[in-house]
T-cell receptor
Framework: DTGVSQDPRHKITKRGQNVTFRCDPI?????LYWYRQTLGQGPEFLTY??????LEKSRLLSDRFSAERPKGSFSTLEIQRTEQGDSAMYLC????WGLGNEKLFFGSGTQLSVL | DAKTTQPPSMDCAEGRAANLPCNHS???????VYWYRQIHSQGPQYIIH???NNETNEMASLIITEDRKSSTLILPHATLRDTAVYYC?????????????FGPGTRLSVLP
């Protein structure tokens, strides 16, 4: 299967700890997105990359959050000094860039629980 | 904020057609309508999208009204595996600074 891969699937951490998630997009997809989803809500946009350039960040992305895509392939999302409100599913998606026909391909997400 | 309105939940009998409505009264001329679905504990899955004309693929059909202010996703023969949350999304105008805005969607329950 060459879909979007996210690691780990589940992460339990204590408040104040740092966590890092990894996303491997579909190869040759030049766009990579991070979303966050809480129970009963639709996914909320956090940030996206075109190749290695981070082109947009949501206001949801506080300064405790940082995302990188150093070589335009895999991406990492780090949360520093986690808070209980950070508990959510973190979803990664990739897409091939194309005018008006962009489709997102999502991974299965990383479920974060902050105790 | 999402630019679409969907009913929070719907039921459908197995084997019947599921018709999921979506209102997008403020859609602009070059904005597309996309449908995704999310089965429990998985990431959203692309279903179909369209601009003006009706579209059909192996998963579903998309019917867009002539004024483009609403659309309907049709699953012709719903199965239990179609139980999921269905999201209708209007893609923002420009292709840069682009993101897909998901609302709460419609929770479809396919009943045996």
């Amino acid at each position: 299967d060459t879909g979007v891969s996210q690691d780990p699937r589940h992460k339990i951490t204590k408040r104040g700890q740092n966590v890092t998630f990894r996303c491997d997009p579909i190869s040759e997809h030049n766009r990579l997105y991070w979303y966050r989803q809480t129970l009963g809500q639709g996914p909320e946009f956090l940030t996206y990359f075109q190749n290695e350039a981070q082109l947009e960040k949501s206001r949801l992305l506080s300064d405790r959050f940082s995302a990188e895509r150093p070589k335009g392939s895999f991406s990492t999302l780090e949360i520093q000094r986690t808070e209980q409100g950070d508990s959510a599913m973190y979803l990664c998606a990739s897409s091939p860039w194309g005018l008006g026909n962009e489709k997102l391909f999502f991974g299965s997400g990383t479920q974060l629980s902050v105790l | 904020d999402a630019k679409t309105t969907q009913p929070p939940s719907m039921d459908c009998a197995e084997g019947r057609a599921a018709n999921l409505p979506c209102n997008h009264s403020t859609i602009s001329g070059n904005e597309y309508v996309y449908w995704y679905r999310q089965i429990h504990s998985q990431g959203p899955q692309y279903i179909i999208h369209g601009l003006k004309n009706n579209e059909t693929n192996e998963m579903a059909s998309l019917i867009i009204t002539e004024d483009r202010k609403s659309s309907t996703l049709i699953l012709p023969h719903a199965t239990l595996r179609d139980t999921a949350v269905y999201y209708c999304i209007v893609r923002l105008r420009d292709n840069y600074g682009q993101n897909f805005v998901f609302g709460p969607g419609t929770r479809l329950s396919v009943l045996p």
